[in-house]
Structures are given as structure tokens and as C-alpha cells.
């Protein structure tokens, strides 16, 4: 009779790492998708009045998905874009299943 090597300690060791995001991280994509679902074609949209923190807007200027204009000393008058890569994870999420802002799930 044959023997079978265990399998056992070898599928834990082998497991892939589960990829953990930070509540920073999953408030970044969630400004990137409001970004892009009120943009309405326009490039550029007035920070005042999206109710997002430094560190969420700070988290997705880190990962390259948005772009702050500079032009403007007062904080309130600030704007931001989407970048291309921006852009792409908005389009990836939407295509994942996440509704659109404003819509019933």
C-alpha cells in the first residue's frame, strides 16, 4: 500500500497572506469613487463641501489616484482631480458591482 505525504501543515504554510486595508486606505477609494460619479465630465471639482479628511485626501494623493491644485492659497478654494490611475480604479470598482452614488443597491 502506497503512503500519501500530509497535506496538512503543507496548505497553512502555503497560504496566501490576506491583504488587509486600513479604514485611511477604504476612505481613500470611496473619495476616489464620489470624485469620479460627480465629476460630470468636468476635470476639476472644489474640495470645500466633500466632507473628507486630510489624511483620506492625503492617502490618495500617496497612491496616485488624485491630483491637488496648487494655484489657490485659500484651503477652502482648493480643487482636485482624477489622475488616469484614478480613473481606472473608479471604472474597476463600478464594473465590480458598487452602485452609483446617489441610487439604491
Known amino acids: 500500500m502506497a503512503r500519501f505525504p500530509s497535506l496538512i501543515g503543507k496548505m497553512s504554510d502555503e497560504a496566501p497572506p490576506t491583504k488587509i486595508l486600513d479604514a485611511t486606505e477604504v476612505a481613500a ?10 465629476a460630470d465630465g468636468q476635470r476639476w471639482s472644489v474640495l470645500h463641501g466633500m466632507g473628507e479628511s486630510a489624511a483620506t485626501i ?19 478654494e482648493r480643487k482636485v482631480a ?6 481606472r480604479l473608479a471604472r474597476k470598482g463600478r464594473s465590480v458591482g458598487r452602485p452609483r452614488l446617489g441610487t439604491k443597491a
Open 29 to 38: 477609494r470611496l473619495f476616489v469613487y464620489k470624485l469620479y460619479d460627480t
Open 58 to 76: 492625503s492617502r490618495a494623493v500617496e497612491r496616485g489616484w488624485v491630483i491637488l491644485q496648487e494655484e489657490s492659497r485659500r484651503p477652502l
Open 82 to 87: 482624477l489622475t488616469d490611475e484614478g480613473r
